[in-house]
């Protein structure tokens, strides 16, 4: 008799299946950091004021169920009221994902998503993947974004750009 076999990361249990047994990329699920640099166009200070906010995540590590998927870049953008304290919750962006799979090859989905959660300190992405790897599945991430930390400053210049962390999953 088979056992499948069960991964923790980052609080997350993911099931692997049981040898012998195949997953279908559209039936896994997937988990992957969510690393990366917020850019602020135009940047963002205190005030509030119309800006895109683009998250891209460079290749960062994933851990899948079927074990192909290694790691993912992608890009994503938001526009609206922002400010260094409050990101435009309630609006909608296209995700675009580059899967890089284990034996060399790379696949791709893109993901209607909305942004909620009103602060750079904890945001959260939800949605769905709308077509290729992963399509019909729901993607759900967590991040925040570190502008105390960023060059220019709220209080100065504002925010051009910012580091990123977080975790995203697609199930």
């Known amino acids: ?6 991964l923790s990361l980052s609080g997350v249990v993911l099931a692997t299946p049981a040898a012998g047994q195949a997953v279908s990329p559209q039936d896994d699920s997937v988990q992957c950091d969510m690393g990366g640099i917020a850019a602020f166009s ?3 200070s205190n005030t509030a004021a119309q800006s895109t906010m683009k998250l891209t995540v460079g290749k960062r590590q994933c851990v899948d169920d079927a074990s192909e998927v290694a790691s ?3 890009e994503v953008s938001f526009t609206g009221s922002l400010s260094c304290t409050a990101l435009p919750a309630g609006t909608s962006g296209k995700a675009t994902y580059t899967w890089y799979l284990t034996d060399g090859s790379t696949d791709t989905s893109t ?3 909305h942004l909620t959660g009103a602060s750079p300190q904890e945001f959260t992405i939800e949605g769905s993947i709308a077509n290729g790897r992963y399509e019909a599945q729901s993607v759900d991430g967590e991040g925040s974004i570190d502008l105390a930390g960023a060059e ?10 910012a580091r990123m962390d977080g975790t995203f999953t697609v199930t």
Do not use: K, S
Request: aromatic share 4%; charged share 10%; glycine share 12%.
């Open 111 to 113: 993901a209607n998503v």
């Open 152 to 161: 220019g400053g709220c209080d100065a210049d504002g925010v051009a750009e």
């Open 42 to 44: 135009p940047a963002v």
């Open 1 to 6: 008799m088979a056992t499948a076999v069960l």
């Open 72 to 74: 993912v870049t992608f």
